[in-house]
């Protein structure tokens, strides 16, 4: 069947080690004429470069599906809305607060990102989305007065990473989803913050076929679109486990990966 529709991965899928979409990706991702639809852990601040270097207009998937949004102009129109439960977020930040208090954590609303101090996570972070958090105080930082999509924590340390799983876990918060984006990042967001679910979204808003679409990644937390998706192409970055979930492998997010992959399995 002819595939209408892409959904891609962002970090470590359409972007290259130093978190730019490649001009040779962006060659061949414009010249498959393909519409593409980013389904990322990352807020929409951190993806709009990528939308603007593509010129992707149509809807897109921001907090691992936690956020369905298009641009109108510069003007964030919002679909889809799944902010963390005001209560149960207090809860975390108090928690993380008391017990994990030299783990780097930060949290993002709709169009910003915050944190209460600039460490050694936060200065990665912004070398990997080249974006700066707002700083706020302490006691606004865990009170906040707006809609919190995503808290993320970054530690350097497995054995604290580990240890972040066990206690969260162990909290049996059943309204959010606690995933591991990369190897020091454990994100938080809304237990329906599902990249499956985003993409059922746009399956429907488009009237598309399972079979219709293809997908892109390399992590864990793509193995969800790839069930979503009628194909599944893992990035020969991937881990193991990711690609034996995927029909095809494509080259890495270095060698313009997904652009390639494109004209290699679906523009056939």
Known sequence: MTIKHIFSDMDGTLLDSLGHVSQENITLIKKAALPLTLVSARAPLEMRRALKAL??????????????YCYQGDLLQVQVARPLATETLNYLLDYLNLNFPDVS??????ATWYSAKIDRGIEYESQITLELPT???????L??????????LITFSEKTM?????????LALNDITIQRSGPYHLEITHQKAKKSAGIA???QEKQLLKEETAGFGDGHNDLPMFEQVGVAI??????????QQARYVTLSNDQAGVGKGIWQYLKV
């Open 55 to 68: 010129a992707l207009t149509q809807t897109q998937i921001a907090f691992n599906g936690g956020l369905i």
């Open 105 to 110: 954590q930060s949290y993002y609303d709709v």
């Open 135 to 141: 700083l706020i105080s302490k006691k606004a930082y």
């Open 143 to 152: 009170k906040p007065q707006q809609p919190i999509y995503k808290v993320m």
């Open 162 to 170: 580990q240890k972040l799983l066990e206690k969260l876990s162990a």
């Open 201 to 203: 979204y746009i399956l």
């Open 234 to 243: 893992a990035m020969a970055n991937a881990s193991p486990q990711v690609k």
